[in-house]
């Protein structure tokens, strides 16, 4: 699995900024920008893992 070339798991745009993840559940989820991630984290809060943030996530 690559984190390269993926899609916004909100928006499915391609992601060209790396670095709007959050951690759920279901896996590793990754945004193109800030606005999808925060929208998505309201969304699936119950699925976060912690407070969603990668830990070794490049910021
Ligand atoms: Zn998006």
Do not use: W
């Not at 391609?14 to 969304?43: D, H, N, W």
Request: aromatic residues 6%; charged residues 20%.
């Amino acid at each position: 699995m690559s984190d390269e070339n993926k899609n916004c798991d909100l928006c499915q745009l391609p992601i060209e900024a790396p670095g709007f993840v959050l951690i759920t559940t279901s896996g590793l989820k990754q945004f193109c920008c800030e606005g999808c991630q925060g929208i998505y984290r309201m969304l699936h809060e119950d699925e976060l893992v912690g407070d969603g943030t990668a830990p070794a996530a490049s910021y």
